[in-house]
């Protein structure tokens, strides 16, 4: 499919149906799917690419025995950003619609033939955009699929409704699985007690997207703001060794006049700090708020 086949209607109805989990199956034909794959696929992609690169800083690597389970596959987009990230190796991909796992295992087998089919053997599970789906039902499912993985990586949208249900989610699991990411400690977490903030990052937009025409049609047609790719996610494994760290930078710094506000999640809590701008802009913070991030957890 080409960009000038974009169906626009058509992905506005379907974005609107992501939001009610009565729907079922939306992915009502293989137009669809190629439709979203080439526009919201895209995005998640830059959403994952963030994900994985930042575990792969951390020194983060899969054991070589897991398969991928991508369960609520959609297009298959975080299977085909974690092979790019880490290789191809065994995965299974489960959506409620057929036609969405086929469409996927076609995107993956063309991507990375070398990878392959398999149903049984310890799992890393991938979950992308699934909370707004779940009913009772399919969440309990869920959860029985997450509790019998070796480690999960899970990304969703970055609002405080989505971090808010992911550390739920965290503390329900913290004393089956290391937290390997996003927090820097092992302990409950403080964000209840701080209602002024919320654990989200913001995703690397690639800088072509800014200069490229059918982005702008995108942004317009969609009312998207391309500049802003909030995320919040987690990732677990069971028996991790997880370094600590001093803190991690939530959201964007904040500009101010000859200084940057920051929120820190540490232990101890989530703080509140300036630092001047001189001291930003040797850190990398002035040029690149993502890259400051990653640099404070590598210092």
């Not at 109805?13 to 009565?22: I, K, N, Q, V």
């Not at 990732?235 to 939530?250: D, E, G, S, Y």
């Amino acid at each position: 499919m080409q960009w000038s086949e974009i169906d626009w209607p058509a992905l506005r109805a379907l974005r609107e149906r992501f939001l009610d989990p009565s729907v079922g199956d939306y992915w009502t034909s293989l137009s669809l799917l190629e439709n979203y794959d080439l526009t919201f696929g895209e995005r998640i992609a830059w959403k994952w690419d963030s994900v994985l690169n930042e575990l792969k800083l951390r020194g983060w690597k899969p054991e070589p025995d897991w398969r991928v389970v991508d369960w609520g596959c959609g297009t298959g987009r975080a299977t085909r950003s974690y092979f790019a990230a880490f290789g191809p190796t065994r995965y299974k991909l489960s959506d409620l619609s057929t036609r969405a796992v086929s469409f996927a295992e076609s995107k993956v087998r063309d991507e990375f033939p070398q990878a392959k089919l398999a149903e049984s053997g310890p799992y890393l599970l991938l979950l992308s955009h699934v909370l707004n789906e779940q009913s009772g039902e399919s969440e309990a499912e869920l959860l029985k699929t997450i509790e019998s993985a070796e480690a999960i990586v899970w990304v969703e949208p970055g609002t405080r409704e989505h971090s808010d249900r992911l550390i739920a989610l965290r503390e329900r699991l913290r004393d089956k699985f290391s937290i390997v990411a996003p927090c820097p400690h092992q302990g409950a977490c403080a964000m209840p007690n701080a209602p002024k903030a919320w654990c989200h990052n913001f995703a690397t937009v690639p800088k072509h997207v800014f200069h490229d025409s059918r982005w702008g049609t995108f942004s317009k047609e969609l009312a998207i703001d391309l500049r802003s790719l909030p995320l919040s996610f987690l990732v677990l494994q069971r028996n991790a060794k997880v370094a600590p760290l001093p803190n991690r930078i939530l959201g964007r710094p904040k500009r101010m006049k000859g200084s940057y506000k920051l929120v820190l999640c540490r232990e101890g809590g989530i703080e509140m700090v300036q630092i001047r701008s001189k001291d930003a802009r040797q850190q990398g913070l002035a040029k690149n708020p993502e890259f400051f991030k990653v640099l404070n957890l590598r210092n």
